[in-house]
């Protein structure tokens, strides 16, 4: 917060600031995004991430990105290109440059070695933990901004993709509406397409509310 509030403060745009707060999480290590993202079943980390600002609907996201620190930043450089979704080669490019991943450490590749045991109760599995970073934010003129990135869900399939780097489902900002950022089981996210959704029921309601519908 303090990351991004300074910028808001000088006048910045929220883009900005929504990219500031999630480097920060991305980077700490103690969130399931960046740093700390979870490993998929091959031990590999591969991280979604997405960003949209509201004035334009000008949006860029990167999906299984791997060996970088920060998605969250490529997904800014997509945002630049004329493209939106970036994955693989595209996205490793893109990403030059960038604060790279350290190998996964001990601890985790211990996790996942536990996790590959209780092949069976995958599924189940899947479904227990979500800590996935978002942010959004509200500019001195006015644009709204919304970003989203994770490692993705406990318990994946190599290659998996949610709806964290998918714009409309993981994230949407448009400022006549609002902006949103999703978390939680990103196969039931995607097929409600659910960022938009709660966007357009902000348009006669509250967050609260427009959420809360949403959900339900
Ligand atoms: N929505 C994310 C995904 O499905 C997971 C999360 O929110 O923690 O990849």
Redo the contacts with the bound molecule.
């Keep these: 917060l303090a990351a991004a509030y300074t910028i808001l403060l000088n006048g910045g745009p929220g883009l900005d600031a929504v990219v500031a707060a999630i480097t920060v999480m991305e980077n700490s290590g103690m969130f ?1 995004a960046g740093l700390g993202g979870v490993l998929q079943l091959d031990g590999v980390q591969r991280l ?1 991430a997405s960003l949209m600002e509201g004035k334009e609907l000008k949006a860029g996201a990167v999906a299984g990105l791997e060996g970088f620190r920060n998605p969250i930043q490529a997904a800014r450089r997509v945002m630049d290109t004329s493209h939106v979704l970036m994955t693989n080669i595209g996205g490793r490019r893109i990403a030059q440059g960038l604060a790279r991943l350290p190998k996964p450490s001990k601890a985790s590749l211990e996790k996942l070695k536990k996790l590959l045991l209780r092949e069976k109760e995958i599924t189940s599995l899947y479904r227990k ?4 970073v978002g942010a959004v934010a509200l500019d001195k003129s006015g644009n709204l901004a919304a970003g989203t990135s ?1 490692g ?2 406990y318990a994946m399939l190599p290659g998996r ?4 780097p998918i714009i409309g489902a ?1 994230t949407y900002a448009e400022n006549a509406t609002g902006a949103v950022s ?6 039931y ?1 995607l097929r409600r397409a659910l960022a938009k959704e709660t966007c357009m029921l902000m348009e006669g309601g509250t967050p609260a509310t427009a959420s809360r519908r949403a959900l339900k």
Aim: aromatic share 10%; net charge negative.
């Design positions: 399931n979604d933990y979500f800590s996935t994770t993705g869900t993709v949610g709806d964290s993981g999703c978390t939680g089981a990103g196969e996210i």
